[in-house]
Nanobody, 125 residues
């Protein structure tokens, strides 16, 4: 059974940084692309970033480009989201997810089969 466990969330002031981690167990981590999503209260889940199996290809939500960086360490079965220059509008629960191979858009939640429990990120102004 695949399990994804996020960590690294917290409270930070605007302009600050956080690094989220997502540790995977079960399955073969290095065979799958991974993604990060977020959900703010009263809003739909939103794509943030995705990375392919090797780490050689990434894509981002426009509003986080240049501020967030997704990366992975296949030896540690872990995907990361480095978040810099945080803004209050980045406040949300952040989820990592495993992408279904050969699925549709990397930004669509339906393209992912396993999800973590989420970690809260709160950015104060």
């Amino acid at each position: 059974q695949v399990q994804l466990v996020e960590s690294g969330g917290g409270l930070v002031q605007a302009g600050g940084s956080l690094r989220l981690s997502c540790a995977a167990s079960g399955g073969t981590f290095s065979m799958y692309a991974m993604g990060w999503f977020r959900q703010a209260p009263g809003k739909e889940r939103e794509f943030v970033a995705a990375i392919n199996w090797s780490g050689g290809s990434t894509n981002y939500l426009d509003s986080v480009k240049g501020r967030f960086t997704i990366s992975r360490d296949n030896a540690k079965n872990t995907v990361y989201l480095q978040m810099d220059s945080l803004k209050p509008e980045d406040t949300a629960v952040y989820y990592c997810a495993r992408r279904i191979n050969y699925s549709g858009s990397s930004s669509a939640p339906a393209s992912y089969d396993y999800w973590g429990q989420g970690t809260q990120v709160t950015v104060s102004s």
